[in-house]
T-cell receptor
Framework: SQQGEEDPQALSIQEGENATMNCSYK?????LQWYRQNSGRGLVHLIL?????REKHSGRLRVTLDTSKKSSSLLITASRAADTASYFC???????????FGSGTRLQVQP | KAGVTQTPRYLIKTRGQQVTLSCSPI?????VSWYQQTPGQGLQFLFE???????NKGNFPGRFSGRQFSNSRSEMNVSTLELGDSALYLC??????????????FGPGTRLLVL
């Protein structure tokens, strides 16, 4: 079963705009990871944030984590058409080796 | 380094048959995990192997099995295929033996269609 939900399920924006996706989860975690998937292909790792971190940046990506609310957000700034993809959050429960994925957000960036 | 490779990339089988999928992890990675992705259930964990031992298993029936070889390559097998087994099967590897506790690198997947 899914760990939690991602919000929104789908997002359509114009090139140059920012895109924000949210993820909620249910259990105690060691880390939360964000992945990108293009058209049903493999998952590309974007960023990992540990439970003791609140914010992390990587290029145009900014991830926040609020363990008290069991939620995370992914911000993509200055979006490009190439950012069109599905984005998934995945959590690693404390003591468990498996990743539990959210339902994903489909991002469409219009050129 | 070469990434995670999966073979075959596409597969068509009929109900009742069995199938074997293969995964070669990134060189030096010893943890291999398998996931199933379907439109209805999303991404779900199947099992994880480290040093030829299954360390963790998801909630799938016994028709789904796997193994890992001494060179860390892994195979998963699905017996008595059902229509609902049609999915994208993804393999992921990581260096650290804690599997999902660290970054996992995914292969391109094997798309299985059961007719």
């Amino acid at each position: 079963s899914q760990q939690g939900e991602e919000d929104p399920q789908a997002l359509s924006i114009q090139e140059g705009e920012n895109a924000t996706m949210n993820c909620s989860y249910k259990t105690s975690i060691n880390n939360l990871q964000w992945y990108r998937q293009n058209s049903g292909r493999g998952l590309v790792h974007l960023i990992l944030i540990r439970s003791n971190e609140r914010e992390k940046h990587s290029g145009r990506l900014r991830v926040t984590l609020d363990t008290s609310k069991k939620s995370s957000s992914l911000l993509i700034t200055a979006s490009r058409a190439a950012d069109t993809a599905s984005y998934f959050c995945a959590t690693a429960d404390t003591g468990r080796r498996a990743l539990t994925f959210g339902s994903g957000t489909r991002l469409q960036v219009q050129p | 380094k070469a990434g995670v490779t999966q073979t075959p990339r596409y597969l068509i089988k009929t109900r009742g048959q069995q199938v074997t999928l293969s995964c070669s992890p990134i060189s030096g990675h010893r943890s291999v995990s398998w996931y199933q992705q379907t439109p209805g259930q999303g991404l779900q964990f199947l099992f994880e192997y480290f040093s030829e031992t299954q360390r963790n298993k998801g909630n799938f029936p016994g028709r789904f099995s796997g193994r890992q070889f001494s060179n860390s390559r892994s195979e998963m097998n699905v017996s008595t295929l059902e229509l609902g087994d049609s999915a994208l099967y993804l393999c992921a590897s990581s260096f650290n033996p804690t599997g999902g506790q660290e970054t996992q690198y995914f292969g391109p997947g094997t798309r299985l269609l059961v007719l």
